[in-house]
């Protein structure tokens, strides 16, 4: 069996952890849990707004679900786009030194390196609002064949869709590559601004779609977790919906089945999503069967929903990875 190789496609983004009361995210435009994007003088009047300066740590969707595959021996590179400053120097960084490729970084001379706001409430829910800068300049000129070249999966993420044309480029690359594809949906907002051509690229493209509960009611236009995913299947041979503390509804063509989630103390659900991507794609690049490909991203999710950022330290992934059962 050929070792799995897997390039993960998103925007780099700096994360800036904040813990905030209800009150305050209730005073933010937009929903509360969702993702919005926004402009250099809204960011600044959140950040102006925080009693405590936010804790940082290197984030994006695709980039943690790069760094956890990494931390489990699967070779990983990330395909992403920072500015030609000192946050992305420190990203760039911390991404090479949990053993993430970075040979398919582009840099932007002038735009600084995104950033995303993650407001995170007593219910450990966290609401994002994210500057994208550099990341939101990448194009389909800045990707080439040579970045995909010895990777046989391509993980992209929903957020993407920002540039329809850049997201349908990514996936004919990595199509002509031979790498099989996972969408991550991203958010609510995304799915319900993009309707008219998710379907095709899923149909087209896609060999597993991830989501949420949100997600994919959004995508199938419904409130019933069951008939998304059953949608969602009926456009992509794998489908999960993730639904937290509840577990999650995995389907493969016919067979559908529901995965407990790990019970866990959480105290910030960022990266949760992500992480249980890494784990599913673990499992499932490696042979695994539908429901123990669900029980690794469990436990994954599970293991960074108990600290604060979407990241495990390194003194923890040991256990982690035993009780994985990863050498």
Known sequence: MTTPRVIAVGSALL???AFVSDRFV??????????????????????????QRPTLAPGGSAANTATALAQLGLPSRLLTKVGDDNNGAFYRQAVESARVETSSFKVHPTEPTGSCLSLVTPDTQ???????????????????????AGCTHAHIEGYLL??????????????????????????????????????GILRDYADIVFANREEA????????????????????????????????????GNDVVRV??????????????????????????????????????????AAVVEQVGA?????KWPGVRRELGVA
């Not at 009611?217 to 969602?232: I, Y």
């Not at 990241?311 to 003194?315: F, R, S, V």
């Open 311 to 315: 990241g495990i330290p390194d003194a």
């Open 26 to 51: 209730q005073s933010v435009p937009g929903a509360k849990g969702g993702m919005e994007l926004v402009d250099y003088p809204t960011m600044a009047e959140l950040l102006g707004r925080m009693r």
């Open 162 to 199: 920002f540039s329809v044309e850049l997201m349908l480029h990514l996936l004919k690359t990595a199509k002509a590559a031979n790498c099989t594809i996972s969408i991550d949906l991203a958010s609510p907002e995304v799915v319900k601004a993009h309707l008219a051509v998710l379907p």
């Open 260 to 301: 407990t989630a790990k019970r866990a103390q959480a105290i910030d659900t960022t990266g949760a999503g992500d992480y249980w991507a890494a784990g599913f794609l673990y499992g499932s690049l490696n042979g695994k069967s539908l429901p123990d490909a669900g029980r690794l991203g469990s436990i994954l999710a």
């Open 126 to 148: 966290r609401t994002l609002r994210t500057l994208l800068g550099a990341a939101g300049t990448l194009s389909p000129a800045d990707i080439t064949a040579e970045d995909f």
């Open 15 to 17: 994360d800036m952890l």
């Open 217 to 252: 009611c959004a995508f199938a236009q419904t409130t019933d977790e069951g008939e998304a995913l059953s949608r969602l299947g009926g456009f992509c041979p794998v489908a999960a919906v993730k639904l937290g503390a509840q577990g999650s509804l995995l389907r493969r």
